[in-house]
Each structure stands twice: as structure tokens, then as C-alpha cells.
């Protein structure tokens, strides 16, 4: 997931004109919303949790030790583009317990 400045950038660079200053707005408190979310969740715990975890397995991540921090980072942005995806088609619903309020 880009931030919304990288995301406007990426945008400008494809040929799209750059939005009002209203829109951009917009999509800050956008993107604001859906990380805290998935930080509130525990999700992004867990997309750490597992990314290392597959870091790991050096079978399959057969990377010298300066190549894996990288790969770890791309895993990463992977597992929370992928959640922002699914929550974005309504594949995934996100539901916070009042015990994870608590926990904060």
C-alpha cells in the first residue's frame, strides 16, 4: 500500500493529473484509517510475525543475510496490500473486540 503522496507520484508519472487539495485530504484520512485498523486488529503483528517466519526458511529463502532484511520489507508490504485488498472487495471484514481495545 503507498502512502498518498508516493500513490500521487505514482499516479502523475502514469499520466493522471494530480487531485484538488480536498481529494488528497481525503485520501490521507484514508490511508490513516485503514493502517490503524489493521495495527488496532493485530494484523500487521501478525504479517511481521509471519513474514519473519518465512525469512526463516532458509531452504526456500536461499538469500545472503544483505538480501534478506529487503526481502523481508517486500513481504511485508505484500501481506498489508493484500489485507488492504481484501478488506477494500469486502472479501474481509474486520471485526474489533472490545478486548482488543483493552489491550491498547
Same mark, same amino acid.
Given at each position: 500500500?503507498?502512502?498518498?503522496?508516493?500513490?500521487?507520484?505514482?499516479?502523475?508519472?502514469?499520466? =493522471?493529473?494530480?487531485?484538488?487539495?480536498? &481529494?488528497?485530504?481525503? *485520501?490521507?484520512?484514508?490511508?490513516?484509517? /485503514?493502517? !490503524? +485498523? $489493521?495495527?488496532?486488529?493485530?494484523?500487521?503483528?501478525?504479517?511481521?510475525?509471519?513474514?519473519?517466519? =518465512?525469512?526463516?526458511?532458509?531452504?526456500? &529463502?536461499?538469500?545472503? *543475510?544483505?538480501?534478506?532484511?529487503?526481502? /523481508?520489507? !517486500? +513481504? $511485508?508490504?505484500?501481506?498489508?496490500?493484500?489485507?488492504?485488498?481484501?478488506?477494500?472487495?469486502?472479501?474481509?471484514?474486520?471485526?474489533?473486540?472490545?478486548?482488543?481495545?483493552?489491550?491498547?
Amino acid at each position: 500500500m503507498l502512502s498518498p503522496s508516493m500513490g500521487q507520484d505514482f499516479a502523475a508519472s502514469g499520466g =493522471f493529473s494530480t487531485p484538488s487539495q480536498e &481529494v488528497q485530504e481525503a *485520501e490521507t484520512y484514508d490511508v490513516i484509517g /485503514r493502517w !490503524t +485498523l $489493521i495495527t488496532t486488529a493485530g494484523l500487521l503483528e501478525d504479517i511481521i510475525e509471519t513474514s519473519d517466519w =518465512f525469512c526463516e526458511l532458509d531452504d526456500i &529463502v536461499n538469500l545472503p *543475510e544483505s538480501e534478506k532484511d529487503q526481502f /523481508r520489507r !517486500t +513481504l $511485508i508490504s505484500h501481506g498489508v496490500a493484500l489485507t488492504n485488498k481484501m478488506l477494500d472487495s469486502g472479501k474481509v471484514v474486520i471485526v474489533i473486540s472490545s478486548e482488543d481495545m483493552d489491550d491498547e
